[in-house]
């Protein structure tokens, strides 16, 4: 059989007007097909090890610095690659050894999805400051006044929150492919069509991962406004929050074993629901998740299940 590609529902059933009162004659009984993608995650893709110079050393970042000399202003922050081929963004940590306080660190660089976003950031008072936002890259730290009060370092942190794109390039799991496998299969990606609605999320872990919380959101690509996609990226877009925990054995649905909020709810009832108006885009699935402890072990698959296009023309 071929391949049959499709844009917009499909229908089933015989229906489609809503022009009387009897049924079966003139009350619709059109639905629409359900479309469902999974993504396979495993502990390798949550776990860094706190390193608080892996982005900036305090060698080269001394008292009165305003503008952070980097290792490398193309450095993947977390380190990591994620299942298929894509890198992986984390939060970064500032790492003050007076007090900054009253300063405030402009970071600017890439989200896991490669555009461009900026954070900023309060410093602290001889101790440690993290982002809220998960970078892929830091092109440059700009510090407000007159600078750093003592020596600065930027790096990366254990039980910091790590986003994984839910793309591939290839199906490294369960198929071992590689980038140069030949004919690649590309079955483990979530993306959704504009306009579409999510039936349901689920997370699947069949291994439990070893820690005392592994706190999980879902989140997308969002177009401001003129479709700018600078600060696009809304971690917790279709559920999840900074206290999800998805560790154990289970499927894990919305709204209660995978927390979901109304506004969150309603972005699934259409997936374009807080894009610019005309601007409305496909998204990409996106997993952000910390850990309270170094993982060794956890796997699970994100399902996601949606009508596609039904908001738009059905």
Request: net charge negative; charged share 15%.
């Amino acid at each position: 059989m071929a391949r049959t590609n499709f844009s917009g529902p499909i229908n089933v059933g015989r229906i489609q007007t809503n022009t009387g009162s009897t049924i079966s004659d003139n009350v619709r009984n059109v639905a629409f097909v359900e479309c469902h993608a999974s993504f396979p995650v495993n502990h390798s893709n949550f776990t860094v090890t706190t390193d608080a110079d892996r982005l900036a050393v305090t060698g080269s970042n001394g008292a009165s610095t305003t503008s952070v000399t980097l290792v490398d202003s193309t450095l993947n922050v977390p380190g990591i690659t994620s299942d298929g081929g894509f890198e992986a963004a984390s939060v970064i940590t500032l790492t003050s050894a007076g007090d900054d306080s009253a300063r405030t660190a402009t970071i600017t660089g890439t989200d896991v999805l490669d555009n461009a976003q900026t954070e900023d950031v309060t410093m602290a008072n001889a101790g440690v400051a993290t982002s809220t936002k998960t970078f892929k890259t830091v092109t440059s730290i700009a510090i407000d006044g007159s600078g750093t009060a003592g020596t600065l370092s930027v790096g990366i942190i254990e039980t910091g929150l790590i986003s994984v794109v839910c793309r591939s390039l290839f199906n490294e799991y369960p198929l071992g492919q590689s980038s140069t496998t030949t004919d690649k299969n590309l079955a483990n990606n979530i993306v959704i069509p504009k306009f579409s609605r999510i039936n349901d999320i689920r997370f699947v872990v069949n291994e439990a991962f070893d820690t005392t919380g592994f706190d999980m959101q879902i989140g997308a690509n969002v177009a401001q406004a003129s479709g700018s996609m600078t600060n696009s990226l809304d971690l917790d877009y279709f559920a999840g929050d900074a206290d999800n925990d998805v560790r154990t054995v289970a499927s894990h649905h919305i709204p209660t074993g995978m927390d979901q909020s109304l506004a969150q709810m309603k972005n699934c009832l259409n997936v374009s629901d807080d894009d610019a108006s005309g601007y409305e885009m496909d998204k990409v699935v996106v997993i952000s998740a910390k850990t309270d402890d170094a993982l060794t072990a956890g796997e699970g698959v994100l399902n996601v299940y949606w009508t596609q296009q039904v908001n738009n023309t059905n």
